[in-house]
């Protein structure tokens, strides 16, 4: 049986990280908090549903044919969605419950992530990559008994 793994067009990610980094911005220079709804909607949207808004507009502002541009890959992306969508949520509970320190240091997380990724490290990556690493010594260690 073969497995295909399935890919997305970085700039497509690259456009959603975009889109996530200045939600966060634009609230901590507003005051509206609400406006983390926006890339947390779409972030549900893309893990519940398969439908990420902003990645579909971004995929018909593309020039080229989808598999001309480097590729990242969709678990990967779809974990990373999960980091993002965990600390929208908890920076939006920080800020309804009045607590700043929650609001900022979540909201900040997930800033510093989409930054970072834009800039080409993806904090997600390793974190999964570390995650499964565990998971395999654990399972050898277990074999060795």
């Given amino acids: 049986m073969s497995h295909s793994i ?3 067009p970085r700039p497509i990610i690259r456009t959603n990280q975009w889109f996530i980094f200045l939600s966060v911005i634009v609230s901590w220079f507003t005051g509206l908090e609400w406006v983390l ?3 947390l ?3 549900l949207s893309g893990l519940l549903f398969s439908y990420n808004p902003v990645m579909k ?3 018909y502002l593309l020039k080229k044919e ?3 541009y480097i590729q990242e890959d969709r678990e990967q992306q779809k974990f990373n969605q999960w980091i993002a969508t965990i ?3 908890s920076a939006l509970i920080g800020a309804r419950i009045g607590s700043e320190i929650l609001y900022y240091l ?8 989409s930054l970072i990724a834009i800039m080409g490290f993806c904090v997600g990556c390793f974190v999964r990559y570390q995650w499964n690493r565990y998971r395999y010594q654990r399972i050898q260690r277990k074999k060795s008994y």
């Fill in 57 to 59: 507009i971004a995929r």
């Fill in 106 to 113: 979540s909201s900040g997380f997930v800033a510093a992530a």
């Fill in 41 to 43: 909607i779409a972030g």
């Fill in 6 to 8: 399935q890919t997305i």
């Fill in 37 to 39: 709804l926006l890339p």
């Fill in 66 to 68: 989808l598999s001309s």
């Fill in 87 to 89: 600390l929208l949520i």
